[in-house]
Nanobody, 124 residues
Framework: QVQLVESGGGLVQAGGSLRLSCTASGSILSINNMGWYRQAPGKQRELVASLTSGGSTNYADSVKGRFTISRDNAKNTVSLQMNNLKPEDTAVYYC??????????????????WGQGTQVTVSS
């Protein structure tokens, strides 16, 4: 069983900073891509930032220059440093990992896993 547990959300004033973290645990063989998505009320879930195992990053245009994604492969952790936050960054933030995990049968399966989400609220 694979779990992704997020932490670090909260309430912050515009211009402030927050750091989100997500740790994957379970019968994991290897992790490919890790990333952060967000969903604001009434809107679709969107990619915020992603990071491959090779270190390539991808950011939404709206967060470029303000957010930085990083990962610690030894700890199966991905983090998102968010600076100069704006009210429009308010959303539930979800961690996603594409990884190989061992099933109860003993075989390995590649799949995408999601965290439970953490609320980020930016007040004006």
């Amino acid at each position: 069983q694979v779990q992704l547990v997020e932490s670090g959300g909260g309430l912050v004033q515009a211009g402030g900073s927050l750091r989100l973290s997500c740790t994957a645990s379970g019968s994991i063989l290897s992790i490919n891509n890790m990333g952060w998505y967000r969903q604001a009320p009434g809107k679709q879930r969107e990619l915020v930032a992603s990071l491959t195992s090779g270190g390539s990053t991808n950011y939404a245009d709206s967060v470029k220059g303000r957010f930085t994604i990083s990962r610690d492969n030894a700890k199966n952790t991905v983090s998102l440093q968010m600076n100069n936050l704006k009210p429009e960054d308010t959303a539930v933030y979800y961690c996603k990992a594409g990884l190989w995990a061992r099933m109860n049968s003993g075989s390995y399966v590649s799949n995408d896993y999601w965290g439970q989400g953490t609320q980020v609220t930016v007040s004006s």
